[in-house]
């Protein structure tokens, strides 16, 4: 459905619950070097638990190279320093949902040169940022529900429960 772009991500542990996002989404998940870890990593294998042979996963060796397989498709900077909250973005298959260090963030290069794609997460002031693995789950299936969940389908059948 989506591209989730991690730029340079540092902590194994949210690249997996990343995975396993994607997985349960069929988003493509992007990691963008230099990693904070080895992909054979035992807490990203534990993380992502047994989802990883159904994840796309693609690495890049920069920015420009996830740009360029990411063929013009739509980027959205998730950024705290963004005006636009993210339910005001309107997102389309292929879109790409971008992330960057869990310590730094997203270029400030970047986020200055596409100020029309940057959103963000509300959250109170004294906060510095959500978790990773949150953020991309609440961008995630924003998009998803933009999109009617289009290509979801529930697991069993909740309507036949007898509450």
């Known amino acids: 459905m989506f591209h989730v772009v991690l730029v340079e991500p ?58 360029a397989a990411l063929d013009g498709a739509p980027l959205h900077l998730f950024t705290t320093k963004a005006r636009k909250v993210y339910t005001e973005a309107t997102y389309g298959e292929g879109d790409a949902l971008v992330f960057g ?24 002031e004294d906060l510095r940022s959500l978790n990773l693995s949150n953020a991309v789950a609440i961008a995630v299936y924003e998009g998803l529900r933009q999109n009617a969940f289009s290509g979801m389908q529930m697991k069993g059948e909740l309507h036949r429960l007898k509450w």
């Not at 540092?10 to 989404?25: D, F, W």
């Not at 493509?28 to 638990?49: I, N, Q, T």
């Not at 989802?51 to 190279?65: A, I, K, T």
């Not at 963030?105 to 509300?122: A, K």
């Open 10 to 67: 540092e902590i194994p542990q949210n690249a997996g619950n990343i995975a396993r996002t994607c997985a349960a989404t069929g988003c493509v998940l992007h990691l963008v070097k230099p990693l904070g870890f080895e992909l054979s990593d035992r807490y990203l294998k534990r993380a992502g638990l047994d989802y990883w042979n159904l994840v796309d996963v693609r690495v890049h060796e920069n920015f420009g190279e996830a740009l």
């Open 101 to 124: 260090r869990e310590t730094k963030g997203l270029p400030e290069e970047l986020l200055v040169s596409r100020p029309d794609d940057c959103v963000r997460i509300p959250m109170l």
